[in-house]
């Protein structure tokens, strides 16, 4: 089992920055993916920024964020950080941690946090 909290959230103007970090219960080497979900009011969860383990991280960003968020994991520190540049109005959604996979599985277990809000406005 893992315990994902996430923290940062908050009200930020068009084109200010944020960062949002999830602090796992318990050691993160051995998960094999740990991203950022977020889901605006009437509409599906989406994937923001995603980024493997071990020495070949790969990342996977939605096209609407690229350029403009970094994803990074700290595996001593437990800790998987999304960087949000040049926010847009059209960022606003709570925004979700998620913890996916082992070192036997890409896919199982799955886990995630309780979502923090992200509003972006004038």
């Known amino acids: 089992q893992v315990q994902l909290v996430e923290s940062g959230g908050g009200l930020v103007q068009p084109g200010g920055s944020l960062t949002l970090s999830c602090k796992a219960s318990?050691?993160?080497?051995?998960?094999?993916?740990l991203g950022w979900y977020r889901q605006a009011p009437g509409k599906q969860r989406e994937l923001v920024a995603s980024?493997?383990?071990?020495?070949?991280?790969?990342?996977n960003y939605a096209d609407s964020v690229k350029g403009r968020f970094t994803v990074s994991r700290d595996n001593a520190g437990n800790t998987v950080t999304l960087r949000m540049n040049s926010l847009k109005l059209e960022d606003t959604a709570v925004y979700y941690c998620?913890?996916?996979?082992?070192?036997?599985?890409?896919?199982?277990?799955?886990?995630w946090g309780q979502g923090t809000q992200v509003t972006v406005s004038s």
């Open positions: 318990r050691n993160i080497e051995s998960i094999y993916s």
């Open positions: 980024i493997t383990s071990g020495s070949g991280q790969r990342t």
């Open positions: 998620n913890a996916r996979g082992s070192y036997f599985s890409t896919s199982t277990p799955e886990y």
